[in-house]
């Protein structure tokens, strides 16, 4: 069973940057799609970012334009940059992966918290 492994959570000012990195704990074959999810206390996970195997991205509205996402196909790694950060981005972040091989099959990272201070 592959686990993904998220790192480069943390506390910031608002205003500030964080990158996480998602990284599997073995090579993943047939993989399409790489993403990052959050979940704010309360509320629901939310879409933030994915990136497919071929580079196309999709954002959430409240981050374009802030945070960009961007993938090592070699290492089947994901990452998250995260800029000009806001308390409202306060969440716990999940990289997530999906793909096809004889099936379809999802991966869930375990989540890194990122808490954006005012």
């Known amino acids: 069973q592959v686990q993904l492994v998220e790192s480069g959570g943390g506390l910031v000012q608002a205003g500030g940057s964080l990158r996480l990195s998602c990284a599997p704990s073995g090579r993943i074959f047939g993989l399409s799609t790489m993403g990052w999810y959050r979940q704010a206390p309360g509320k629901q996970r939310e879409l933030v970012a994915t990136?497919?195997?071929?580079?196309?991205?999709n954002y959430a509205d409240s981050v374009k334009g802030r945070f960009t996402i961007s993938r090592d196909n070699a290492k089947d790694t994901v990452y998250l940059q995260m800029n000009s950060l806001k308390p409202e981005d306060t969440a716990v972040y999940y990289c997530n992966a999906a793909g096809r091989l004889l099936k379809r099959y999802e991966y869930w990272g375990q989540g890194t918290q990122v808490t954006v201070s005012s």
């Open positions: 990136i497919t195997s071929g580079g196309s991205t």
